[in-house]
Nanobody, 121 residues
Framework: QVQLVESGGGLVQAGGSLRLSCAASGSIFSIDTMDWYRQAPGKQRELIAS???????NYAESVKGRFTISRDNAKNTIYLQENSLKPEDTAVYYC???????????????WGQGTQVTVSS
């Protein structure tokens, strides 16, 4: 079994910064892409940033230039540095990973439990 555990959310004023972390643990052979999603009240969950094991990144237009995704492969951990936060960034932020198991090499999607980010105006 695999767990993804997020941390680092909280309440911040507009223009402020937060750093989210997501650590994967358990029975892991490899993880290719790890992602950050977010879901605001009444809206669909959206992909905002992705990073491959090789370090290639992609961002949604809404966060490009303000958020930075990074990864520590040795720790199976990703980070999301959020700068210049806006009230519209308020959402629950979720970590996602496609994790391949040892021996079977079967790959399964996993989600974290989510961490709340609230940006006040």
């Amino acid at each position: 079994q695999v767990q993804l555990v997020e941390s680092g959310g909280g309440l911040v004023q507009a223009g402020g910064s937060l750093r989210l972390s997501c650590a994967a643990s358990g029975s892991i052979f490899s993880i290719d892409t790890m992602d950050w999603y977010r879901q605001a009240p009444g809206k669909q969950r959206e992909l905002i940033a992705s990073i491959t094991s090789g370090g290639s990144t992609n961002y949604a237009e809404s966060v490009k230039g303000r958020f930075t995704i990074s990864r520590d492969n040795a720790k199976n951990t990703i980070y999301l540095q959020e700068n210049s936060l806006k009230p519209e960034d308020t959402a629950v932020y979720y970590c996602h990973a496609d994790v391949c198991a040892p021996f079977t090499y079967r790959c399964t999607n996993y989600w974290g439990q989510g961490t709340q980010v609230t940006v006040s105006s």
